[in-house]
Structures are given as structure tokens and as C-alpha cells.
């Protein structure tokens, strides 16, 4: 699958030569990329038991507020989304408007006094900006995936891990999700005073995309090709590892993500995290029959994704 909004190769040079120039952070980010529902979580979960920061408030799901603000300010300026994001390329393909953007992020919002989010107040007083921690450090956001090549202007040595998953594993996983989160928010159901008071944030399901495996399918093919893409260009700066393995091998794998990362994490802590991880994960669809012949009928594009 060809793609859909090709990133001219001048503008990226360009922009990227030209924050070169400005700012090399002493100790260049990790940014952790990947699918929703690839296994993101997880490996965030593990690298930062074994060292690595990713941030003083963070979500549920692991992911450090600050650059969630700043990646969804980012969808938000080509009316993109998480389920939608391939308009974000009209900002990634305006060379005018990427130096701004580019600018803003790293001139002011990663010295603002926002950054107390992600640092912490001690790292904050410490170094009052994002870029000058001194040990090992990153974020994870599956939107990382389509902002990437802006915060490559912003941080020009960072390395990357795409973390990639079995697509109908995630497609199912999507759906479950979305279906739960709103059915567990039924309060307009059961108290119906409420729509008199307030009227409903939000739809029925959490992405229309995703309610459907096949939607949830296609969207995992567009991110898998966008980090692939990345995977690509950066070369060794960048490791890619697949949540199967990441499960069959976790020892393996951890140690591998270790020495990308910096991480000086000892073989004992090593096992001791691996120890955590839940082997029923992997390629749980076939455990569901609400998934039925699914897998069978994306079996050749599933097959050309684990070739990409």
C-alpha cells in the first residue's frame, strides 16, 4: 500500500538540517511508537521498572500527559485524530508552517512551565528544560507513529521503538475496548434527568473506525506503514520488536531494548520484570470465537504486513 500523502524528501532535509543547527540535546529521547493495542503499554511499563523515564504524570496507559497535549494540538490543527491521522501529512508536507511548529514545540513549550508535567518539579528546577535530562529518557504515544517526523525537527538524535502486533489481534482489542468504555458509561441510561441537564459528550462507541474489525484492520495497516517508513530511514537508530516475541522471549527481548535504550539494568531486574508478562496474549483472537472467519479473510494482507 502505497502512501497516501508522500513526505517530500527536500522539506525534511531541510527542516531537520536546520533544527540540527539550533539545539543537540545531550541525551536524545526515545520515542515509542506503534498501533493502538499493539503492546505500547506494556514495553513503556517494563523500560521504565528498568530505568528509563517517561515522565511524572502519566495516564493509564502509560503516556506522559505533556506530549499527549502536544500530539493531540498537532492532529488537531488538520482536523486529524487517532483513528484518522492521515491529514496530519498537510502540516508535515507545509514546509512554512512544520518550521513553526517545529519552533514553537522547541523553543517555548519544553521550557514552559508545562513542562513540570513531564519533569517533575525536582528534574524541573534542575534543568528547566525537557531537553537537557541527563539520563535515559522517552515517551510513548501510538500518535508518535504520524507526529514523529516533527519531533525528529525538535530532537534530531532520537531513537525510536516501534512496537508492532498481529493486526487482528488489534483490531479485536480495539473493538473490545471501545465497546466497554462506553457501556460502562451509561449514565444518561440510567438516570434520565441527565439530558435535561447536560447533553451527551461523546458517541456510542469510542471510534465509529474501530467498532467494525475490518475498520480497525485498516488503520493498523496505516500505522504499521508509517512506522515502517520510520523504521526505515532511521536505521540503526531505530528497533523495531514484535509484541509476540516480546512475550514468548521476554528476557530476550528486554535486553535488547535495554542496550537501545542505554539501560544499565542488571539480568537479575531483567528476569525479574520479564516475569510479569501474561504468555495468553499473544495471538489471543484465536481463544475468541466472536472473531470467526475474520483472520482468514485478511490473511494475505496480514501475511504482506509481516513482510513491510
Known sequence: MGALFPISGQIESTIMHSMQRNWLAPHPP????????????????MLESLGLFVGAKKDSNCEAKFFQRINRWLLDQTGSSWDNPQPLHYLLNNREVRAKTSDYIGRFLLKSPRAVSFLGWRNYLRHRDVRKLDAPWGWKDPRNTFTLPLWLDVFPGAKIVHVRRYGVDVAHSLQRRGRLETSSKNIYREFPIFHWVREKRGGFVHSLRCDSLQGGFSLWEEY????????????ERA???????????????LERLCRFSGLTASLPDIQR???FIRKDRAYAFRVNPQVESFPARVAERAQASTKA
Do not use: C, K, W, Y
Request: charged share 20%; hydrophobic share 45%.
Open 30 to 45: 526515545i520515542v515509542i511508537i506503534g498501533m493502538h493495542r499493539s503492546g505500547t503499554s506494556m514495553v513503556t511499563r
Open 224 to 235: 504499521l506503514q508509517e512506522a515502517t517508513s520510520h523504521v526505515t530511514m532511521l536505521n
Open 239 to 253: 528497533l523495531e520488536v514484535r509484541f509476540e516475541d516480546v512475550i514468548s522471549e521476554p528476557v530476550r527481548s
Open 273 to 275: 520484570v520479564a516475569g
